[in-house]
C-alpha cells in the first residue's frame, strides 16, 4: 500500500501511544495512529501489551504495613494533633 | 495490641476482617479498607480530628509514597523519615488544603517538597532537555518500521500470571529503572496521577513525561513478556 502523506510508520505511531491512553491526541493524530494500527498487526499488538502492562501496573499493591509502623503512625498522629496547626 | 482497637473499629466497615484466617492479615490495613471512602470524604473526617480516617489514608497511601521516596532519595532512612513528614504535613496543615487539587495530588506535592534533594534537583534541571524518543531508534529500520516484529501475547497471557507473580516482576523492574522513569511511571500507573500532575509535580516538560513513561512502560512489558515466557 503506498504511503500517503497523512498516513505515519510505527516509530511515529509508538510516539502517540502514550497520548493515544490518556485520550489527549489531537483528532487528526487519534485518526493518523488509528489507521495505522487497522494496517500494522505489529504496532496494534505492541499497543496492546502496552495496554495490559499499565494494567498490571496498576494492579500492584503497595506493602502492607506491620501493625508496629502503624501503631508509631498513630502516636505520632496524636503527638502532632496535640502540637497544633502548622504555622503558614 | 496497641492498634487493635482501631482495627476493631473497622470491621463494621471491612466485612472482609471477620474471617478469621484473616486475623492476622486483619492488623493489616488491607486492600479492602482502603477502597471504602472517598479521599475527600477521609479528609473531611481527618479535618475534625477522626483518628481512624487517618490510619486509612495511611493505609491508602502509605505505601505508593513510600515507593515514590525510594526513587528520590537513595537511603532508606530518609524515605522512611520524608514521608512520615508528609503525614506530619498532612496533619498539621490541613486547614490550609483548599481541595484545588485531588488529595492524592496534594499527598505527593508534600512528599516532593520534602526530598527536595541533589537528585529531585536532576528532575528540575531535566525539564529544558530535548525528551528524546520514546524508544530506541534501533528498533526501526530506515524506513521506521519494526525491525523485529511484535509478537503478539496470547489474550489471557498476562493474567495467566498469578497477581504475586506480576506484581513481584513488576516492582523488581522497576527497582532496575532509571530514576526519572521510575518516578514517572510509580506515580502515573501506580499512584493514579495524570500526566500533567506528574509534570507538574517533578517539573518536567509535558513531552518529557510522555517520552520517561513509554520508555518505563516498554521496560515493565518486556519484564512481563520474559516472565510469561519462563512460565510457559
Known amino acids: ?88 | 495490641m496497641r492498634g487493635q482497637g482501631l482495627i476493631d473499629a473497622f470491621v463494621t466497615t471491612a466485612p472482609a476482617l471477620h474471617d478469621p484466617l484473616a486475623a492476622t492479615a486483619a492488623v493489616r490495613v488491607s486492600s479492602t479498607l482502603r477502597g471504602v471512602e472517598s479521599d475527600a470524604e477521609l479528609l473531611e473526617r481527618l479535618r475534625q480530628g477522626d483518628e481512624k480516617a487517618f490510619v486509612v489514608l495511611v493505609g491508602r497511601y502509605h505505601g505508593p509514597m513510600l515507593r515514590l521516596a525510594r526513587t528520590l532519595v537513595a537511603n532508606e532512612a530518609v524515605a522512611e523519615e520524608a514521608v512520615q513528614e508528609t503525614w506530619s504535613g498532612v496533619v498539621r496543615g490541613i486547614e490550609r488544603f483548599e481541595g484545588r487539587s485531588s488529595v492524592k495530588t496534594w499527598l505527593f506535592r508534600i512528599l516532593v517538597n520534602r526530598t527536595r534533594s541533589a537528585l529531585a534537583q536532576e528532575y528540575r534541571s531535566g525539564a529544558s532537555r530535548d525528551p528524546g524518543q520514546a524508544l530506541d531508534p534501533a528498533c526501526f529500520d530506515e524506513r521506521g518500521s519494526w525491525v523485529v516484529p511484535v509478537e503478539p501475547w496470547e489474550d489471557d497471557a498476562v493474567d495467566r500470571l498469578d497477581a504475586s507473580a506480576r506484581s513481584a516482576t513488576i516492582s523488581c523492574s522497576l527497582e532496575g529503572l532509571p530514576t526519572r522513569q521510575r518516578a514517572v511511571v510509580e506515580l502515573r500507573d501506580i499512584a493514579g496521577l495524570s500526566g500533567d500532575e506528574v509534570s507538574d509535580l517533578l517539573g518536567i516538560s509535558r513531552g518529557n513525561q510522555r517520552v520517561l513513561l513509554h520508555r518505563a512502560r516498554n521496560a515493565l512489558r518486556a519484564a512481563l513478556e520474559s516472565e510469561w515466557a519462563e512460565a510457559e
Not at chain 1, 12 to 33: F, H, I, N, T
Not at chain 1, 54 to 79: F, H, N, T
Open chain 1, 1 to 88: 500500500m503506498p504511503l500517503r502523506s497523512k498516513d505515519i510508520v510505527c516509530q511515529q505511531a509508538v510516539e502517540l501511544m502514550v497520548e493515544y491512553l490518556d485520550g489527549k491526541l489531537s483528532r487528526r493524530d487519534r485518526r493518523r495512529l488509528e489507521r495505522h494500527l487497522r494496517a500494522c498487526p505489529n504496532c496494534s499488538a505492541y499497543l496492546a501489551q502496552i495496554r495490559a502492562t499499565v494494567e498490571a501496573a496498576g494492579a500492584v499493591e503497595p506493602d502492607d504495613l506491620s501493625q508496629d509502623a502503624i501503631d508509631d503512625l498513630v502516636d505520632l498522629y496524636r503527638k502532632w494533633r496535640a502540637e497544633g496547626p502548622d504555622e503558614p
